[in-house]
């Protein structure tokens, strides 16, 4: 069922390039026409030309055009005989070919049959009638002569079928360019759709599809149906009308004999259906495993240092070995499927075909009166031989249509996730007075990481959370930023409830900064304003003198224009998270969030930090996720929480009056200062 609803999905795109597409097999058709002119050409010339020699000749009065002078006399083919033609005897004369000679005979013969010569007569036998005539050989010069008046013929047609083969060849190549062109336009747009998707889903979705797996699905599978429209469809669309058009010069040549080659069709037909039913099975497997071993190359990459640091290299290989020889496994049963049934089937379906054409000619055909000439066996052989090029080509191509549509279904899973409309709406900076009440939160139902959670946040108030891993602090985050929503209870900003709100217009005024700062491919000044027009490049600069970080981008060679490469790696930690605090102040956030920001920087870094953010939070509410408690003393309010619950709840010297977790926290981080001193 998924396999058809994707059908119609991947029509539907083929629509969006229908002027295209049409236009291509109009040229298509045209190619496909002309080229199929030739077997007739080819039988005109046989019958009319070479074998026409053997035709009625007639006696004329004065030689002419088409006329042959023989024995000092003038003969014309009768069939050319025209009204200012002047005939003097009414016998016809005729020339028979034996062997490789040819005899010139004074009259006609009442039938044809197995041809014979001795002594100056030419025997005739067919069955039990036999009958002779006398007979003169031709010499070169004579049948020559005979042959002339159709040399101008021949020529025409020869141009005749060159002209076609080049009007063929412009045409087939206008629809290759256009269908291939349409093709990757096709492509062009469900990439971007599928990306656009991407943009839309929410982060809970990439909880469990590793990013390997999504990156498969956008760059092979969009790939594999890349194919579809390049190559499949084209074949397909080519192959079809090329079929049709040689069926319909089989009609012309012999409808009885063409009428039993349509046997062709339904036998093509129930092989295709079978082929699909074993290869979606096997493409199933095999994209899937695909999709596998790129979630495994990017795990691995991305976990390189642990690899390598716990010596874990063998293990790591073996793993991918493993999804490795399975992927070989299913792509050597669809190879065997693949050689079982694409030539050797149509070698068989062409001999077979062959068999009843010379069946059908050589027997049933040659009764008396009903021999058909050399030109329509040759024109019937040619166009069935030409058949089997398109079914060739159309089998060949099986495996990559079925690919494309396990492709395509997995691709469309994808577009079909629940996803949100990014917003253009613009809102009006708000305050900054953040409320939770009586909120309970689980990433699974029914099983809450965030009990009961109450606090309020007013404007430019400084606002930590501290606690052990685990105990929902970063949830906390994640939910005033609608990452997740909530089960049950309220958050507002400014009193208005946020799930009223686009997400993409509560995060207007959010700025969030990252224990582990996420750079992107450009520059220091592109990873800052992340390419926002309304960022200008003195924003840039302001932003990076704020935090403190515009004597390390000076320093770099190319300053704020410095290549930045994949996550920044050729920048220190600190260096990153400079960058990091900096895009997030360049937005100018009424709500500015720090998760463990300071908690991978050097101590000197986190001293710039921690001066500039005295001055930049005036204004702005701030939310401190730390680890590291003596950076967060002079926050006006610290929550602290215990599995999931708020159970503290104050500034700084409050908490540690009551000593409670806070203050044997405090005094454990302390105490390990000292011994460390």
């Not at 006398?134 to 042959?147: D, G, K, M, V, W």
């Not at 009961?452 to 602090?473: N, Q, R, W």
């Not at 992107?520 to 926002?532: H, K, M, P, Q, Y």
Request: aromatic letters at 10%.
């Amino acid at each position: 069922m998924k396999e058809i609803k994707s059908g119609k999905r991947l029509f539907r795109y083929a629509l969006t390039q229908k002027k295209v597409i049409i236009f291509a097999l109009l040229m298509l058709s045209i190619a496909v026409s002309a080229e199929l002119t030739g077997p007739f050409i080819a039988k005109r010339m046989i019958d009319e030309h070479i074998l026409g020699i053997e035709k009625r000749w007639v006696l004329t009065e004065e030689n002419g055009t088409d006329h042959v002078s023989y024995n000092n006399a003038f003969y014309i083919r009768e069939d050319r005989v025209s009204e200012d033609v002047n005939v003097l005897d009414e016998n016809t004369a005729r020339i028979l070919q034996i062997g490789r000679d040819y005899y010139f005979i004074p009259s006609d013969i009442e039938f044809d049959g197995e041809r014979s010569v001795n002594n100056g007569e030419l025997t005739i036998t067919r069955g039990e009638l036999t009958a002779t005539y006398p007979a003169q050989e031709l010499s070169n010069s004579e049948l020559i002569s005979f042959y002339q008046p159709e040399v101008k013929y021949i020529i025409y047609l020869v141009v005749l079928y060159f002209g076609l083969l080049v009007v063929a060849s412009f045409f087939q190549y206008g629809q290759s360019y256009y269908l291939q062109t349409s093709a990757n336009r096709i492509i062009q747009k469900m990439r971007e759709d599928v990306f656009g998707q991407i943009q839309k889903l929410p982060i809970q979705y990439f909880d469990h599809l590793p990013a390997g797996k999504v990156v498969s699905r956008i760059t092979n599978d969009t790939e594999t149906i890349k194919e579809l429209y390049v190559t499949v469809l084209a074949t397909f669309f080519s192959g079809v009308i090329y079929i049709t058009g040689i069926f319909i010069a089989l009609f012309l040549l012999d409808a009885r004999l063409a009428t039993i080659c349509l046997l062709l069709i339904p036998i093509l037909i129930v092989w295709f259906i079978i082929y699909r039913k074993y290869a979606s099975f096997y493409n199933h497997k095999i994209r899937a495993l695909l999709s596998d071993i790129n979630g495994n190359i990017n795990e691995s990459i991305q976990g390189m240092p642990i690899i390598q640091a716990f010596r874990r290299q063998k293990k790591a290989k073996e793993e991918f070995e493993g999804w490795n020889e399975q992927h070989f496994t299913f792509q050597k049963k669809l190879l065997s499927l693949n050689a079982l049934t694409s030539h050797n089937l149509v070698g068989v379906l062409r001999n077979i075909s062959f068999v009843v054409v010379i069946w059908y000619f050589g027997g049933a055909s040659l009764g008396i009166g009903t021999m058909v000439s050399l030109g329509v066996l040759y024109a019937f052989v040619d166009y069935l031989g030409r058949m089997f090029g398109p079914i060739t080509g159309m089998v060949n191509q099986l495996a990559n249509l079925e690919q494309a549509r396990v492709s395509a279904v997995r691709v469309f899973e994808l577009m079909d996730e629940a996803g949100i409309q990014v917003s253009d709406e613009r809102s009006p900076r708000y305050e900054g007075n953040v409320t939770f009440d009586s909120v309970w939160f689980g990433y699974k139902e029914n099983d809450y990481v965030l009990k009961d959670i109450s606090f309020e946040a007013k404007k430019g108030e400084t606002i930590a959370l501290v606690g052990h891993t685990g105990s929902g602090k970063s949830s906390i985050m994640n939910l005033l930023f609608r990452f997740y929503d909530i089960q049950k209870g309220s958050i507002q900003i400014d009193g208005q409830e946020i799930s009223d709100v686009p997400k993409q217009v509560i995060r207007q005024h959010m700025g969030i900064v990252l224990q582990d700062p996420f750079l992107f491919s450009g520059t220091i000044a592109s990873n800052v304003s992340l390419e926002d027009e309304r960022i200008s490049m003195e924003h840039v600069k302001k932003a990076l003198n704020d935090v403190g970080a515009m004597d390390f981008v000076q320093a770099l060679p190319k300053g704020l224009d410095e290549p930045v490469i994949e996550k920044g790696s050729t920048l220190s930690s600190g260096q990153r998270q400079l960058i990091s605090f900096a895009r997030a102040l360049a937005f100018d956030p009424a709500i500015l969030i720090l998760d463990e920001a300071t908690a991978s920087i050097d101590t000197e870094t986190e001293a710039i930090i921690q001066k500039a953010l005295e001055v930049l939070k005036k204004g702005r509410t701030t939310f401190i996720i730390a680890h590291r408690l003596p950076t967060i003393k002079n926050a006006d309010q610290i929550l602290v929480l215990d599995r999931g619950e708020i159970v503290e709840k104050g500034n700084h010297d409050e908490l540690m009056e009551i000593k409670g977790k806070y203050y044997q926290m405090y005094e454990l981080q302390q105490g390990s200062k000292g011994l460390a001193g």
